[in-house]
């Protein structure tokens, strides 16, 4: 059997794509809805950049990795790289996209721990959608303008761009912050999404605590701390989550056998695979591909 990722079940998409131009390099762009053409990609798909959609009036409904999010006037979506994303009908919505690249955030940066520090960012535990009061999404919506205005410019420069976009950044940051009850720290949320970075590229091969531990330089004491801190789970939760994640793509995309899809996430007994996807969504593999496949499977 040839071994694959669920990864390589989605087309991958470049700003450029959303703005009907798939050979552009753009790493950033913002645009409202209204002025958009109706991208063409595949409504199931992954960015290879982030983007933060705003909607000041009308309701969508988007979904991230099975979970469906409704984004209500006057909130803020947001979708990482790697995420497998699906949107609904966008367009009796008014509002609008930002679009940028890690390197275009990052480039000239000293300390590359500043994406790091923004938690709704590669958003591994909190929710995509952020409501702001109405004074603090007036604010958001003035910083918009001005990364909107400044793209348009003749002279554009993507240092100016660059400088507003990390303001808004930091607003959205003190939003969240503020709706925390207990916001973890900057230290903690640097390295739950380093070792989140690091499970990403080794869940397959099934590291122990201790081995992502040793690679992050911590105890196995500290790493669970940290998962604990920030998702109310411990490191080990966080890694089964990641694999059964990984099943779910495979059960709802491939026609792989439930005994395969086991076997690719590295379990070669299916009966256990089979308990702990239960213990962790509450169904069985079979169950639950007979009851979501088919409103995820691409046509």
């Known amino acids: 059997m040839s ?75 947001f979708i990482s790289p790697g995420q497998v994303h699906e949107f609904e009908e966008w367009r009796p919505v008014v509002g609008g996209t930002l679009m940028f690249t890690e390197s275009f955030l990052l480039v000239n940066q000293v300390d590359k721990n500043v994406l790091f520090e923004l938690s709704f960012l590669d958003n591994f535990y909190s929710n995509p959608v ?6 603090e999404f007036a604010e ?4 918009i303008g001005q990364l909107a205005s400044e793209r348009q410019r003749t002279d554009y420069s993507p240092a100016m761009a660059r400088a507003l976009l990390l303001v808004l950044l930091l607003q959205i940051q003190r939003c969240v912050n503020r709706q925390a009850v207990r916001p973890p720290s900057a ?23 201790r081995a992502y531990a040793s690679e992050l330089a911590i105890t196995t004491h500290h790493l669970n701390e940290i998962c604990k801190r920030v998702t109310g789970r411990t490191a080990t939760e966080v890694i089964r989550a990641r694999c059964i994640l990984e099943a779910k793509r495979l059960l709802t995309f491939s026609d792989v056998s439930v005994s395969e899809v086991a076997a690719q996430i590295g379990y070669f007994d299916s009966s256990y695979f089979a308990k702990m996807f239960k213990a962790e969504t509450g169904t069985t593999p079979v169950a639950f591909r007979e009851a979501i496949s088919e409103s995820y499977r691409r046509r």
């Open 3 to 77: 071994s694959f990722s669920a990864s390589s079940l989605f087309p991958s998409y470049s700003i450029g794509h959303f703005i009907n131009q798939p050979k552009n390099p753009t790493e950033f762009e913002v645009s409202h809805f209204h002025e958009m053409d109706e991208p063409n990609v595949d409504d199931v798909h992954k960015h290879t950049f982030y983007e933060i959609l705003w909607i000041e009036k009308g309701r969508s409904r988007q979904h991230i990795d099975y979970r469906p999010y409704d984004v209500t006037p006057g909130s803020l979506f």
């Open 140 to 143: 958001l919506r003035e910083t």
């Open 187 to 209: 230290k903690h949320t640097i390295l739950y999404k380093k070792f989140k970075e690091l499970l990403e590229s080794r869940f397959l091969v099934h590291w122990s605590v």
């Open 130 to 135: 952020l409501t702001p009061s109405k004074r």
